[in-house]
């Protein structure tokens, strides 16, 4: 009896096993299935980080397989795409490590590094002068926003002044003399600055330069422009509370919203004056001491009387 049972039970596993490897023969039958019919593709992806100017050689890519379906647009699938026999290319934005090498991202065939490849349509590319000031210490990097700040003399009442004026907001900074570290990684004090802007805008920045000193100031990504935008003068230069800009409070500034304008005092109560006659009490004397030898007497003397 106990056999019967022990040959049930082994009868049972058995079955159990061959299913289990039924079901998991078709399921990973279908899983390759499905790969097989989506495919992949092997694509050019970094093998190490590339900043702007590095030529890509072959040490500094690698192939890994990509589903088709995922590609990239840009991409490359072959070494001969990406590098032509006597050709090479340069890295025009940072690549970073297993980041696909996209043809946005790099030269053309044969060419060095140029920024014309990346200006949208109807941009410019111009390139203003700066110092260790106007370029904020060193701090600004490609893709910043910044504001183009213009300090020129002015005329005014039979002499000249300095003022400051917003000449542009909101520019994207492309490139800061090639580069903007130095070899140990601090900032590096760049000379000058290449920012996008459209034509008439970079016309305003050519005449600029030869009027005035420009200035960058580094706003927040994503701000929007300020409308408040005022003429800053050498009357200017007080605190706010005894003149100069009329900009409003720092707790409205970042939603520009309108200045508060102060409530009408009000006006003080009309005073009725009401007619007195002055009354002049009778004048009553003065009196005088008049003195007889060694005697004096006192005489009431009356005035007007």
Same mark, same amino acid.
């Given at each position: ?9 082994l009868?049972?596993?058995v ?22 019919q ?6 050019a992806?970094?093998a ?18 990509y ?5 990239p647009?840009?991409?490359?699938t ?8 006597g ?13 696909p ?15 014309a ?12 002068r ?8 060193g ?17 005014g ?21 090639q580069?903007s ?5 601090? =900032?590096?004090? @760049?000379?000058?600055? +290449?920012?996008?802007?459209? /034509? !008439?805008? #970079?016309? *305003?920045?050519?005449? %600029?330069?030869?009027?005035?000193d ?8 994503g701000?929007?422009?300020n ?20 900009? =409003?409070a720092? @707790?409205?500034?970042? +939603?520009?919203?309108?200045? /508060? !304008?102060? #409530?009408? *005092?009000?006006?003080? %109560? ?22 007889r ?6 005489v009431?003397?009356k005035?007007?009387?």
């Amino acid at each position: 009896m106990a056999n019967r049972q022990t040959f049930i039970a082994l009868g049972v596993a058995v079955v159990l096993g061959l299913l289990a490897v039924f079901l998991a023969n078709a399921y990973l039958g279908g899983k390759e299935k499905r790969a097989y019919q989506g495919g992949t593709t092997k694509v050019a992806v970094a093998a190490a980080p590339m900043a702007y100017g590095t030529d890509i050689t072959a040490d500094k890519i690698r192939f890994v397989d990509y589903p088709n379906t995922s590609i990239p647009p840009g991409a490359f699938t072959n070494a001969s795409q990406l590098l032509p026999a006597g050709k090479k290319r340069v890295a025009l934005l940072p690549i970073s490590i297993n980041e696909p090498i996209l043809t946005g991202k790099i030269s053309g065939i044969g060419q060095g590094a140029s920024i014309a490849a990346l200006l949208p349509d109807g941009m410019r590319a111009a390139a203003v002068r700066i110092n260790d000031v106007s370029g904020v210490a060193g701090f600004i990097q490609p893709n910043d926003s910044v504001d183009v700040l213009i300090t020129r003399s002015l005329e005014g009442q039979g002499q000249q002044q300095q003022a400051t004026d917003v000449l542009l907001q909101n520019v994207r900074v492309i490139a800061i003399d090639q580069q903007s570290k130095n070899a140990d990684g601090t =900032p590096k004090v @760049a000379k000058t600055v +290449t920012l996008e802007v459209n /034509p !008439v805008d #970079a016309q *305003k920045l050519a005449l %600029a330069q030869q009027v005035g000193d420009l200035s960058l100031v580094l706003r927040k990504p994503g701000e929007q422009n300020n409308p408040i935008v005022e003429t800053v003068s050498m009357n200017d230069l007080r605190y706010n509370m005894y003149g100069g800009a009329r900009y =409003p409070a720092p @707790a409205v500034v970042g +939603t520009f919203a309108a200045a /508060p !304008v102060p #409530a009408p *005092k009000p006006r003080p %109560a009309p005073v009725h004056h009401v007619a007195t006659t002055k009354v002049t009490p009778p004048d009553s004397g003065r009196n005088v001491e008049v003195y007889r030898g060694t005697k004096s007497d006192k005489v009431n003397v009356k005035v007007g009387g």
